[in-house]
């Protein structure tokens, strides 16, 4: 069964910075695209950050340079690193992957989600 378990959410500091990551375990033929979301309360879920297999990434316009994606496929983990964080990056942040489970099914998995608290 694939699983995917993040880690290093909690409580920052408006300027301070956190890393999350996310490592998906189980048994799986080909991890493609992983990303962060982040859902704040009344709001809809929204793309953080994407990195390809070929480490080809993308950022959420409200980013602006504060935030890294980076991946280990060694590890199958993805890594977000937060700086500048602002009370308004205040959300529950969620990873997701793209998995070719086996050969010819491929299935979109998402971690139970971490909590990122930002005070002013």
């Known amino acids: 069964q694939v699983q995917l378990v993040e880690s290093g959410g909690g409580l920052a500091q408006a300027g301070g910075s956190l890393r999350l990551s996310c490592e998906v375990s189980?048994?799986?033929?080909?991890?493609?695209?992983m990303a962060w979301y982040r859902q704040a309360p009344g709001k809809q879920r929204e793309l953080v950050a994407g990195?390809?297999?070929?480490?080809?990434?993308n950022y959420g316009e409200f980013v602006k340079g504060r935030f890294i994606i980076s991946r280990d496929n060694a590890r199958n983990t993805v890594y977000l690193q937060m700086n500048s964080l602002k009370p308004e990056d205040t959300a529950v942040y969620y990873c997701?992957?793209?998995?070719?489970?086996?050969?010819?099914?491929?299935?979109?998995?998402w971690g139970q989600g971490t909590q990122v608290t930002v005070s002013s």
């Open positions: 189980g048994s799986v033929v080909r991890i493609n695209t």
């Open positions: 997701n992957a793209d998995i070719d489970v086996y050969p010819g099914y491929r299935r979109s998995s």
């Open positions: 990195i390809t297999s070929g480490d080809t990434t």
